[in-house]
């Protein structure tokens, strides 16, 4: 079931406050699987613009590139494929009891979208942090980027929106978002 904050807005809210759940899950989900896309894309470019020609490795360098290719395949396939997933709707049946309808559509949109992202992104994620071990990383990426990223570590900010999407599959954490962003309005 949905924890506290979004049970009592859905109860509160229904039709209304499904749609208002629902916009904010796919918001955070956008943006923080966005910045993955986003690193990845940006990750490709810088490669594929380095002057690789003094590495005495032309073979690893390659495997670097095919790397840095395959995340940002796999980042790109990953954000458009969830975008189909991340718009659910309730059955509009016209029910008895509305409530307990839109409290079990949410439960099972959260908990299926849930398992089908947390498998996706576990792969990602172990091919980012795969990446980011290549000697080549901190040469072409960290050395190049990070004065960009005022000082901050690009291996830490190309793993911290993992982070970000874990805590929002997290039902208590996810419900505690809904009490903040939502519960100021309405709860």
């Given at each position: ?84 997933r991340l718009r659910p709707e309730v059955n509009s049946t016209n029910s008895a009891d509305r409530v307990s309808l839109i409290l079990q559509t949410w439960d099972r949109f959260y908990s299926e ?75």
């Amino acid at each position: 079931m949905p924890g506290p904050a979004i049970s009592k807005y859905l109860t509160q809210q229904t039709d209304k406050g499904f749609s208002e759940v629902a916009s904010v899950f796919r918001h955070d989900f956008v943006q923080f699987m966005g910045m993955v896309h986003s690193w990845t894309v940006m990750i490709d470019g810088e490669i594929s613009m380095a002057d690789v020609s003094t590495f005495n490795d032309q073979t690893a360098i390659d495997r670097f590139r095919e790397a840095a290719a395959d995340l940002q395949r796999n980042a790109e396939r990953i954000f458009n494929a969830t975008q189909l997933r991340l718009r659910p709707e309730v059955n509009s049946t016209n029910s008895a009891d509305r409530v307990s309808l839109i409290l079990q559509t949410w439960d099972r949109f959260y908990s299926e979208f849930g398992i089908y992202a947390r498998a996706e992104l576990d792969a990602l994620e172990k091919m980012m942090r795969q990446f980011v071990t290549y000697s080549e990383f901190e040469t072409l990426i960290e050395k190049t980027l990070s004065p960009m990223a005022q000082g901050d570590s690009i291996k830490v900010l190309l793993l911290k929106p993992f982070d970000r999407i874990r805590d929002l599959l997290d039902a208590n954490q996810f419900d505690a978002r809904i009490a903040q962003v939502l519960g100021e309005k309405h709860l």
